[in-house]
């Protein structure tokens, strides 16, 4: 499985009562459909994953499902912290058409976890999968790393095609790319690296920031492939610097605003994340006013 390109991380809309908006998550993937993502990775941390019960994320799921378009690669985030709880939803996920797996790590025991934890979790998870399993790796969140020896050691289950790496460290995604056997892929979940992970032999990206900017992530994508390394790095310049205003300042809230100043379908964030104050929206606001300035003036 070629998980190659780039992948928005998709939001989960709500309405303002908290309930979920398949509606509103349907006229994302719509939209999506008519760019060049590769696919979609449903039920990840910009989805507010840990926020749903089974039932929502059963229902996101098929709603993604139903709406992509021919040909677009399906990931669904199954990470538990039980190893039992992660193989019984990749199952699931597998069962309603999903392709590939996305497991990030157990975190609740941080103090009493080590490698050895982890290794055996992946592996046990990889032996019962009916699809192939992605590693996550998102230390903002979990505040646990998956290191580069476990990666490589991981790398070598047949059934464990890859890793989503959220730590930013391009040291790290070096190491697993000298280290583990060629077809292993790495992707990056950082906007702010892409271009250097694609250097380091990355295959792509898994992105929130393309919720929001699908068609400049996968510019810089193209435009490393075909060489034009000068332009790319301009496109990751603007990459950064959305980044950091966008997500880094403001999280989920602030990518949900600017989705909908995009034509998106953010809608509210779940409780007890707050909508983005009022103060927080005019950097926003100036920054799609810069990156897109005609569809600022209309």
């Known amino acids: ?11 989960t809309p709500f309405e303002a009562d908290g309930g979920i908006s398949l509606n509103r998550m349907k006229h994302n993937i719509r939209l999506y459909n008519q760019t060049g993502l590769a696919g979609y990775v449903a039920l990840g941390s910009t989805g507010e994953a840990v926020m ?33 709880e ?25 103090p009493t976890y080590r490698a050895d934890h982890f290794i055996q979790h992946y592996r046990a ?6 699809i192939p399993v992605l590693l996550y790796s998102v230390p903002i969140f979990t505040n646990i790393t ?26 790290r995604i070096g190491e697993v790319v000298a280290g583990a056997p ?54 990751q310049l603007q990459l ?9 300042e403001n999280g989920i809230p602030g990518l949900k605003y600017a989705m909908d100043m995009r034509g998106y379908q953010g809608g509210y964030p779940r409780s007890p994340l707050l909508p983005l104050k009022e103060e927080k929206k005019q950097p ?6 810069e990156l897109f300035p005609v569809a600022a003036r209309v």
């Open 182 to 235: 060629r077809d292993f892929q790495v992707l990056t979940g950082g906007a702010a690296v892409v271009y250097p992970c694609l250097a380091m032999g990355g295959r792509g990206a898994i992105l929130a920031l393309a919720d929001l900017l699908p068609e400049l992530c996968v510019e810089l994508y193209n435009l490393f492939q075909q060489g034009r390394h000068a332009e790319a790095r301009q496109v």
């Open 1 to 11: 499985m070629n998980v190659s390109g780039i992948f928005p991380a998709l939001s």
């Open 146 to 171: 998956l290191e580069a020896a476990e990666v490589i050691a991981l790398a070598q289950h047949p059934n464990i095609i890859g890793i989503k790496d959220s730590s930013g460290s391009i040291q």
């Open 125 to 130: 998870v990889a032996d019962a999968s009916p």
């Open 86 to 110: 992660t193989i019984a939803r990749t199952k699931r996920a597998a069962s309603l058409g999903y392709q590939i797996a996305l497991v990030k790590t157990p975190y609740y025991y941080k």
């Open 284 to 289: 926003i606001a100036a920054l799609m006013g």
């Open 240 to 248: 950064v610097v959305a980044s950091k205003v966008v997500f880094g």
């Open 52 to 84: 749903l019960s089974r039932d929502e994320a059963d229902q996101i799921l098929a709603a993604v499902k139903e709406t992509a378009a021919p040909g677009k690669i399906l990931i669904a985030g199954t990470g538990a912290e039980s190893t039992a």
